[in-house]
Nanobody, 115 residues
Framework: VQLVESGGGSVQPGGSLILSCAAS????????KGWYRQVLGKQRELVAE???????DYAESVKDRFSISRDSVTNALILQMNNLKPEDTAVYYC??????????WGQGTQVTVSA
């Protein structure tokens, strides 16, 4: 399974970005799909997650600003990010977890929030 993120970039504080993650390769049923982020020198942290039954979970720092969803046509994983803050600057990774709890990762996409 290969995951490819897109949509990262630079934006001013208060701006918005949409990240997308497309999967290709072996078809698997996934228990959950999520977005993580990592700042250099820090641990990777979960930003948002959606389970197969559409239950969502968010990091406290992004609640009410970020929204995770699945595109019903392409089945891509989407992260809508609004009201971005400088502290949201990080490399964002998508990750799919199958029912054997194998976790697959994309290569990451940089998000930079600065004035």
């Amino acid at each position: 399974v290969q995951l490819v993120e897109s949509g990262g970039g630079s934006v001013q504080p208060g701006g918005s970005l949409i990240l997308s993650c497309a999967a290709s390769g072996r078809s698997l049923a996934f228990y959950s799909k999520g977005w993580y982020r990592q700042v250099l020198g820090k641990q990777r942290e979960l930003v948002a997650e959606i389970t197969r039954d559409s239950r969502t979970d968010y990091a406290e720092s992004v609640k009410d600003r970020f929204s995770i969803s699945r595109d019903s046509v392409t089945n891509a994983l989407i992260l809508q990010m609004n009201n971005l803050k400088p502290e949201d600057t990080a490399v964002y990774y998508c990750s799919f977890t199958d029912y054997r709890l194998n976790q697959y990762w994309g290569q990451g996409t940089q998000v930079t929030v600065s004035a």
